[in-house]
Every structure is written in C-alpha cells, then in structure tokens.
C-alpha cells in the first residue's frame, strides 16, 4: 500500500513540477526551427534584434502562435528599457528549451559584438 501511495506521489509530483514536458514547451519546440528562418529573412531585410522580434509577435499568431507571445513579452521588457540580452536569457533559461537557448546565445553575441 506504502509502494503504490509513493509511486502515484512521485508521479504527480514529477508532473507537476517539469519532469514531463509541458504542451507549451512541446509547442515552441516545434515553433523554433521556423522562427529561426523568419529572423534569418527579417534581418536580412535590415531589421534589428528588438524590431525582429516584435515583427514575429505582431504578425506571427498564425504561424508562431506560442513564440509570439513569449516574444511579445521579450519586446515589452526592451521597450521598458531592460537589457535585450538579459531579456533573451531569461526568457532561453526559463524555457529549457536547448535549441532557444542556443539561438539566443548566438543573437546575445551578435549583439554585443
């Protein structure tokens, strides 16, 4: 009786608390090898990091629909006068996800340098 009370308890509270990946983090995943393309075709046109972005939130619903909120909120931080770096961090390590990290940590270095 104690084995199937832990089992369910550590189920639950694996789930609870990112053991499994959430709908939200599965659906940026799939959402990340298109948004590189879109930024890749937004700088292309002249665009800056913050002006990419804010692209891709306003006019991406359709397309991106879970990564145009989470950069609609990137965006809002820059305008508030935050670092884009610190924002793009922040945003890459809350995610988990390591492909977003990755490309942020490559746009971080572009910026700075």
Sequence with gaps: MIDGFRENFCAVVSRQFGAEPRPHRLTIDAEVPLFVHLLVLLFEAGLSTRQAFATIAREGHGTLPELGRELELIVRQIDAGGDTAAAMAAFGDAQG?????????????????
């Design 97 to 113: 996800i390591e492909d977003l990290t990755s490309i942020f940590g490559i746009l971080r270095q572009v910026a700075r340098y």
